[in-house]
């Protein structure tokens, strides 16, 4: 969650592999829709048609809170799909990208990690999973060119948004991909660590990020500059207080963060593993095992996933990355260790891929264990029919199978 990582969220990824806005202008055409959810509320969305209308295409749905730039009907991005990669624009897919609800060009107001509402009673109830159902619902009733089926992915926040798409439960979404995904800002990603508050984490990202938005805009907010060149100084001259009541007041959930130390019912409410119920869609969660902001996330939406919904194609895979490092790097370092491989190319041709393939354009080819690890010593992948293994082996425990290891 640290602002570098927002901004590389939004900028590096324009430059991960070789896509350019002149290719995607030749070979799509782009659509600007205000798409009305169930309360009234209208959510920006841009939409990519491949402009080739001999067939029919699946869409690749992206909601984030991190700006679908640049606007405009002409403006055309660098990159579209997972990975940002040519691997779907040549393979030909509808995209889609959306500001969620409160969030750059889209109506609403914006709340930060939304807690899912389990008694939608009346109609005008809304949390993600249902801004989900309805922008899909608008997208297969209206884009003509949709064959009816839908893939949801994301990374960080927009793995958040993605995990909530497994709770919208609308027919046409037949693949979700949450990777790093925001899963509990407590207990184990980004905000706290069991716990422990990363500071500056989440004062440079809240200082941008958590700043109210009064209108819409294509515009982010400045990071914050410090006062000295010595951040870690400029932390230990500052209280919490200190620091709220100079730079956050305006910052709604920094107030909520300073307002719940503990693991509360704040927390609790905005804790999404207990929702995952009644899952239909398939399942692929990824994570990186160097991941500083949200590797526990992506443990445990495969966990609680698989252990409340016996029977549905729920996939893992945990490679030797950085957050987000499967599509904003090739994967094959992590700081001084090389691994020999593009790990990031493994990833995306033996296992994103096909798993996108196989459930919206009905590709046979199908190759997924039910979790995929890199193994960072014997620098190659590994693949297991459960996990957690039971069968383990803990080295540092005489050899013995002992879970506390």
Known sequence: MKFIVTLNIVLCYAFAFAQDSVYIKTNYEKFEYMIKMRDGKKLYTAVFVPRDKSKKYPILLNRTPYSCQPYGKNAYPNTLGPGNTKKYTDEKFIFVKQDVRGRFMSEGEFEDVRAFETNKSKKTTIDEASDTYDAVDWLVKNITECNGKVGVYGISYPGFYASMAALAYHPAIKAVSPQAPVTNWFLGDDVRHNGAFFLF?????????????????????????????????FYLEHTLKELTEKYMDS???????????????????????????????????????????????????YKWIEKQNPGIDNKLVEGPWFHGGWARSDGSYFGDIRFGRNTSEDYLNELEFP???????????????????????????????????????????????????
């Open 251 to 301: 910052c709604r959930f920094w107030m909520e963060e300073m307002a719940h130390p503990n693991y509360d019912a704040f927390w609790k409410a905005r804790d999404i593993r207990p929702h995952f119920k009644n899952v239909k869609c398939a399942v692929l969660t990824v994570g990186g095992l160097h991941d500083a902001e949200d590797c526990w996330g992506g443990f445990e939406t």
């Open 355 to 405: 798993f996108f393939m196989h459930y919206l354009k009905d590709e046979k080819n199908y190759p997924l264990a039910e979790a995929t690890l890199f193994d960072i010593g014997a620098d190659q992948w590994r693949k297991f029919t459960e996990w957690p293994v039971k069968s383990a082996v803990c080295r540092f425990n005489g050899g013995h199978n002992n879970n506390r290891c």
């Open 201 to 233: 984490d989440t004062f440079s990202f809240d200082f941008v990020f958590g700043k109210p938005r009064y209108a819409p805009t294509t515009k982010w907010r400045k990071g914050f500059t410090y006062p000295t060149p010595d951040a870690y100084a």
